[in-house]
């Protein structure tokens, strides 16, 4: 049961086993896969495909980066994916051939990368994400930006909008405040020795008004 709901979605990315992915559908609104081979939270597509036929509530979000158009749509159909995320950089002619296919689109975006309020809304996506700014990652960092000087320009966006980046039990509640977003992505806050803890998704649910 539901409490304390704060009206703002929560995702929980980076799930790789079927105990996390239980745990987290008790309040996550969007469950977050990695399908892109190069990164460390990768999680083989018959896993993924077999947790989105076993947690029907929470919808189901592949992260793709900067691969193959038709690798993309194979794998968000044979998975079941309910959105597909871009998080890397894919064109808007890229983005649109999706949509066109009929997925729906998650595109990220890194503030402090020539983040731009209206490139955000002309993109070919149904949800933005705005994750923090990394030379090393394309995302998963853990490290928040600078929330309080970044809000003015991130609430130009018209587009319902996720904010992600250092988000954890200590913050999410200030981040909700600051940003005022549709959504909070977090992951690597819930993660002990490289691996999601039931016990901490559950306890950022919870601070999140979600359980």
């Not at 409490?3 to 703002?8: F, K, P, R």
């Not at 979605?9 to 977050?32: H, P, Q, T, W, Y």
């Not at 983005?95 to 975006?109: E, H, P």
């Not at 002309?122 to 960092?141: M, Q, V």
């Amino acid at each position: 049961m539901m409490m304390n709901d704060t009206g703002v979605k929560v995702k929980v990315c980076g799930i790789r086993d079927m105990r996390s992915a239980l745990a987290a559908a008790e309040g996550a609104d969007f469950l977050g896969f990695i399908m892109c081979s190069r990164f460390w939270r990768y999680v083989e597509p018959d896993l993924v495909r077999e947790i989105c036929q076993m947690v029907p509530r929470s919808r189901k979000v592949g992260v793709f980066v900067d691969q193959p158009l038709d690798e993309v749509s194979r794998l968000a159909d044979y998975c079941g994916l309910d959105f597909v995320q871009l998080h890397g950089h894919e064109t808007e002619e890229y983005a649109g051939r999706l949509q066109a296919g009929g997925y729906s689109i998650i595109k990220a975006f890194r503030y402090g990368e020539d983040f731009s309020p209206e490139r955000a809304d002309r993109y070919p996506a149904d949800l933005i994400l705005i994750d923090s700014y990394s030379k090393n990652t394309e995302g998963g960092s853990g490290i928040s930006f600078a929330w309080q000087s970044a809000a003015a320009e991130i609430k130009k966006v018209k587009k319902p909008y996720i904010i992600a980046g250092g988000i954890g039990i200590e913050n999410v509640r200030e981040a909700m405040d600051i940003f005022q977003p549709y959504g909070i992505d977090a992951s690597s806050s819930m993660e002990i020795d490289r691996k999601k803890s039931p016990r901490l998704i559950r306890e950022f649910l919870k601070e999140a008004g979600k359980l």
